[in-house]
T-cell receptor, first 115, second 115 residues
Framework: DQQVKQNSPSLSVQEGRISILNCDYT??????FLWYKKYPAEGPTFLIS?????DKNEDGRFTVFLNKSAKHLSLHIVPSQPGDSAVYFC??????????????FGKGTKLSVIP | DTGVSQDPRHKITKRGQNVTFRCDPI?????LYWYRQTLGQGPEFLTY????????KSRLLSDRFSAERPKGSFSTLEIQRTEQGDSAMYLC????FGEGVQPQHFGDGTRLSIL
């Protein structure tokens, strides 16, 4: 059972336009959400995060929105640039009794920004 | 470069052989995680260390897998009697110890191919 779902395997957007990447989750215990970006042959790079007590967090061109009632979050990239082309992973965390903040990842969305 | 370092980057071995991977986390990061990523999937949690103590293991971590973090610095992940299904990217991540969730920083991974 997939607890974090990214239903769009790929997305193409023109340079300068908005990219919107979506993520749904099922586990109500998740209380922190993160987006990672991954280029081929590299590890995931942290992009932006949001706590469950907030509904929006912004960092430059990147904004993450959280809708707890719908168990849905989205990442907005404005304006999109060719260098944003990568695989984007949504991840969620729930504090375990052992002290781990292990991440549960979605399958990723491959974003292609067309010049 | 003060990021998470993993060695080797690639490992090709025959089925039944033992392999060992090394991870050097960002210095002063108390928390260390191992993940496994297969094609088309997001990273999946394997195990968690807080300093030298292994505090959590995933059900994915069969008894052929063992991880250590002596002295709370670098970590090793060993797979004994490798099987075809072990072929994957093995990722290491570290984060500082602090209040709440701290973003995990990933290495570039070790890609394991079982012949």
């Amino acid at each position: 059972d997939q607890q974090v779902k990214q239903n769009s395997p790929s997305l193409s957007v023109q340079e300068g336009r908005i990219s919107i990447l979506n993520c749904d989750y099922t586990n109500s215990m998740f209380d922190y959400f993160l987006w990672y970006k991954k280029y081929p042959a590299e590890g995931p790079t942290f992009l932006i995060s949001i706590s469950s007590i907030k509904d929006k967090n912004e960092d430059g061109r990147f904004t993450v929105f959280l809708n707890k009632s719908a168990k849905h979050l989205s990442l907005h990239i404005v304006p999109s640039q060719p260098g944003d082309s990568a695989v984007y992973f949504c991840a969620a965390s729930a504090h375990s009794g052992a002290g781990s903040y292990q991440l549960t990842f979605g399958k990723g969305t491959k974003l292609s920004v067309i010049p | 470069d003060t990021g998470v370092s993993q060695d080797p980057r690639h490992k090709i071995t025959k089925r039944g052989q033992n392999v060992t991977f090394r991870c050097d986390p960002i210095s002063e990061h108390n928390r260390l995680y191992w993940y496994r990523q297969t094609l088309g999937q997001g990273p999946e949690f394997l195990t968690y260390f807080q300093n030298e103590a292994q505090l959590e293991k995933s059900r994915l971590l069969s008894d052929r897998f063992s991880a250590e973090r002596p002295k709370g610095s670098f970590s090793t992940l060993e797979i004994q009697r490798t099987e075809q299904g072990d072929s994957a990217m093995y990722l290491c991540a570290s984060s500082p110890f602090g209040e709440g969730v701290q973003p995990q920083h990933f290495g570039d991974g070790t890609r394991l191919s079982i012949l």
